[in-house]
């Protein structure tokens, strides 16, 4: 019996499983969010985009403003998935659900942040930015809630402050001059539907260290 031919078949369907194998974690890779991707956060309930500037509160903590824009092409909206403080993630790898991370604005370095002030229109919890350089303190720290295992990049999550259990949200408030339209920006003590979150436009990094997607950025 001539054996070329079963080598051949089987050579043949080993390497069309390696293939599928590796295929199918690339595609569960592009499916994440990942540590270090610089993201745009969309309120699926008021569709717009978290934000900040340079333009501090006038009220309450004094500290850098975090709003709600509903243009999808701000510079001043993208934001760093970053791992806890002196815990960093690893670079590329999937965030899980329950994890913590930070949140880190791209244009001032500083981090998604709250505390016990008041914010200025609704009278729910303050969001703010803090920190410099990426650095700010345990009042930074942000667990993502999801279903699955890993948040993905198609799925609506919240996010829970781990030092006050609440949720970053958005109701609809808008300012007025000199930031005239945004929506404030808020933190509210249960979850509900003004607290759900997606990834949309952003450059998401794989394990290789490489942008998966890289849009208008």
């Known amino acids: 019996m001539d054996v070329t031919p079963a080598v051949r078949v089987v050579l043949r369907s080993l390497l069309f499983l390696l293939l599928w194998t590796n295929g199918d974690g690339k595609e569960s890779e592009l499916n ?12 699926t309930r008021h569709n717009v985009r978290l934000h900040s500037h340079d333009v501090k509160y006038g009220s309450g903590s004094g500290q850098q403003s975090v709003t709600g824009v509903e243009s999808a092409d701000d510079a001043n909206s993208y934001w760093q998935i970053r791992g806890k403080p002196n815990r960093p993630c690893q670079r590329g790898s999937p965030i899980k659900c329950g994890q913590a ?10 981090n998604l942040h709250t505390h016990h002030f008041s914010s200025p229109l609704s009278n729910n919890q303050e969001v703010s ?5 990426g650095e700010g303190d345990d009042q930074d720290v942000w667990t993502v809630q999801c279903d699955e295992t890993y948040w993905g990049r198609d799925e609506a999550v919240r996010f829970k402050h781990t030092g006050t259990d609440v949720f970053l949200s958005v109701t609809g408030e808008q300012y007025g001059h000199p930031i005239r339209g945004q929506r404030e920006v ?21 394990p290789s260290q490489e942008p998966l997607r890289h849009d208008e950025l």
Not at 32 to 41: D, E, I, N, P
Not at 101 to 110: E, P, S, V
Request: charged letters at 15%; a positive charge; glycine letters at 10%.
């Open 101 to 110: 991370i930070r949140i880190t604005h791209m244009k001032t370095g500083r």
């Open 32 to 43: 994440y969010v990942t540590c270090g991707s610089l993201v745009k956060l969309l309120n």
């Open 129 to 133: 930015a803090f920190g410099e350089n």
């Open 186 to 206: 808020h933190a509210m003590g249960s979850p509900n539907q003004h607290n759900w979150w997606r990834t949309m436009e952003g450059v998401f990094i794989q």
